[in-house]
């Protein structure tokens, strides 16, 4: 499993020095609690998103054969999280313009190696879609991860997601990962609008020039994206998995409400 760039701990540079990847670690920490983590839980707790249970930290400490002090010093400061010591410095740049929400959306999908997560069920934007496709077809260890709230609002989106079917078979998988998943959430879930790879990530907002839907945004760093991406795990683990041609049409036919303007 590839890894999500973060904070560099001491947890991660002890794995690193025993020369596991995160889902051999995870087996051997699982021999060791008899638990059940996995590759993104470890990367979690490397990263200082998520804290390590009393189990795990003394089953870590083991397998590493280092302190709990020193590899898990990241986790207890008084930030919660990588993100959280960022502060604001995790935006990179404010989006006022179409084209330049445009523009950097694109510019995530088609640098991410590692990760691509999208999450919405309104992208209609030729160029933004067509870049994913290009990064899925492109690189076949990348994982992608769409999140949809409901069927596509536009045919565009259904379309899209189709290629991507074509494009790879859901039950595919690289290094014991799957690397295309595809669901909707329950409908009472709140819509979520993002796009993220394990490096940066843009998140669309409100148009800040009046009634024109979803038309700016912010560019943010890596700190966020890491999050944002363990975000899209999160809500696909409650997710009715997409994973065929009729089932995408299956949605399409079940579409319904409002159109609205300025949706990528």
Excluded at 68 to 90: I, K, M, R, W, Y
Aim: net charge neutral; aromatic share 4%.
């Amino acid at each position: 499993m590839s890894e999500s760039p973060g904070m560099e701990s001491a947890l991660r540079r002890a794995r690193q020095a025993h020369g596991l990847t995160l889902e051999e670690a995870a087996g051997r920490l699982n021999k060791i609690t008899s638990g059940r983590a996995d590759g993104s839980q470890l990367s979690a707790w490397e990263t200082g998103r998520k804290r390590t249970g009393a189990r795990n930290r003394r089953g870590l400490s083991r397998l590493y054969r280092e302190a709990q002090d020193v590899l898990f010093a990241h986790q207890d400061g008084q930030a919660s999280s990588v993100a959280e010591a960022a502060g604001t410095g995790v935006v990179v740049r404010v989006l006022t313009r179409y084209t330049e929400l445009v523009e950097a959306m694109v510019g995530v999908a088609a640098e991410a190696h590692e990760y691509l997560v999208v999450t919405g069920s309104r992208s209609r934007e030729e160029s933004y879609l067509t870049a994913i496709e290009n990064a899925v077809e492109q690189q076949p260890d990348l994982v992608h991860y769409r999140v949809l709230y409901g069927p596509p609002r536009h045919s565009e989106l259904a379309d899209h997601l189709v290629r991507l079917l074509e494009l790879r078979d859901p039950a595919e998988r690289r290094n014991g990962v799957r690397t295309l998943r595809i669901g909707v959430v329950p409908q009472s879930a709140m819509e979520q609008h993002f796009v993220a790879s394990e490096s940066a990530a843009v998140v669309p907002l409100p148009s800040f020039h009046g009634l024109e839907g979803f038309d700016c945004g912010v560019l943010l760093g890596r700190e966020a994206a890491v999050g944002l991406v363990q975000h899209g795990r999160e809500a696909l683990a409650s997710a009715r998995a997409v994973e065929t041609v009729e089932a995408v049409r299956a949605l399409w036919e079940r579409r319904g409400g409002p159109r609205g303007q300025g949706e990528i």
